[in-house]
């Protein structure tokens, strides 16, 4: 175990964090009737979105550790509460992907907008060299949280 330093402090801040934001995205589940894993893929569906990138369901499975029937079941649950739709791929019209859908959005932006905003006006008290640190740092983390995947 590392010493007890300020990067420890650190470390144990971002695991609060992470608990934090944890019940957060609870509270919007249950808000929503949803399982915890619905919101995980609606947020899987919006950063590919974000990205241009396409989802399949297989792509979208793998992401969240689930199997081709748990998978299939999570699409059809968001599918008929009008949170994704399945569509033709753009490239290959073959491909089944998976969109959310604007009503997801507009579910999110109106519950955790605020938080977003919160946490951009804070990044805007840093200055650039800093936020490419917390950017560095807060990768690496991930990285280093994926490779246990």
């Given at each position: 175990?590392?010493?007890?330093?300020?990067?420890?402090?650190?470390?144990?801040?971002?695991?609060?964090?992470?608990?934090?934001?944890?019940?957060?995205?609870?509270?919007?589940?249950?808000?929503?009737?949803?399982?915890?894993?619905?919101?995980?893929?609606?947020?899987?569906?919006?950063d590919a979105s974000r990205a241009g990138e396409e989802m399949t369901a297989g792509r979208l499975g793998a992401e969240l550790g689930l199997n081709s029937a748990g998978t299939t079941s999570l699409i059809d649950r968001l599918e008929r509460a009008g949170l994704v739709?399945?569509?033709?791929?753009?490239?290959?019209?073959?491909?089944?992907?998976?969109?959310?859908?604007?009503?997801?959005?507009?579910?999110g932006q109106a519950f955790f907008?605020?938080?977003?905003?919160?946490a951009v006006e804070l990044l805007r008290g840093y200055d650039q060299r800093e936020r490419a640190a917390i950017r560095g740092f807060l990768a690496g983390v991930r990285e280093a949280a994926a490779e246990g995947t």
């Open positions: 175990m590392p010493s007890q330093g300020p990067e420890v402090e650190i470390v144990h801040l971002l695991r609060a964090v992470t608990v934090e934001l944890g019940l957060h995205s609870a509270r919007f589940a249950q808000r929503n009737a949803m399982h915890p894993t619905d919101v995980r893929a609606l947020i899987a569906l919006m739709r399945r569509v033709r791929g753009r490239q290959d019209r073959r491909k089944v992907v998976v969109e959310v859908d604007e009503r997801a959005v507009e579910l907008g605020p938080l977003i905003g919160r």
